[in-house]
Nanobody
Framework: VQLQASGGGLVQAGGSLRLSCTAS????????MGWFRQAPGKEREFAAA????????YYADSAKGRFTIFRDNVKNTVYLQMNSLKPEDAAVYYC????????????????????WGQGTLVTVSS
């Protein structure tokens, strides 16, 4: 599975961005899709995940109520709609795909994911 992330950019605090992650290759082997982020000087952290069939969206506490993860089946693309952005949301955002069936408790863990995209930079100005 190959993943191509896009959609990052510069936005003012309170604004919105939509990130895209397009999957190609052996997409039938994907089970769960996740978004992680890594701010400068910090460890990579989980943001949101969704099953490849579009079910069971799952969010980090920091994302709940502001971010929405959803999938376009036709385009093999998973999106992360980010609203009410805060300066602390600034990071490189990575999409990832996991091929093993797992429950929500595993969605937050990097080891759940076998494939990673290249990252897209989100900058939030205050």
């Amino acid at each position: 599975v190959q993943l191509q992330a896009s959609g990052g950019g510069l936005v003012q605090a309170g604004g919105s961005l939509r990130l895209s992650c397009t999957a190609s290759g052996r997409t039938f082997s994907a089970y769960v899709m996740g978004w992680f982020r890594q701010a400068p000087g910090k460890e990579r952290e989980f943001a949101a995940a969704i099953l490849w069939n579009g079910g069971f969206p799952y969010y980090a506490d920091s994302a709940k109520g502001r971010f929405t993860i959803f999938r376009d089946n036709v385009k093999n693309t998973v999106y992360l709609q980010m609203n009410s952005l805060k300066p602390e949301d600034a990071a490189v955002y990575y999409c990832a795909a996991g091929s093993r069936a797992s429950g929500p408790s595993y969605y937050t863990k990097e080891r759940t994911y076998d494939y990673w995209g290249q990252g897209t930079l989100v900058t939030v100005s205050s």
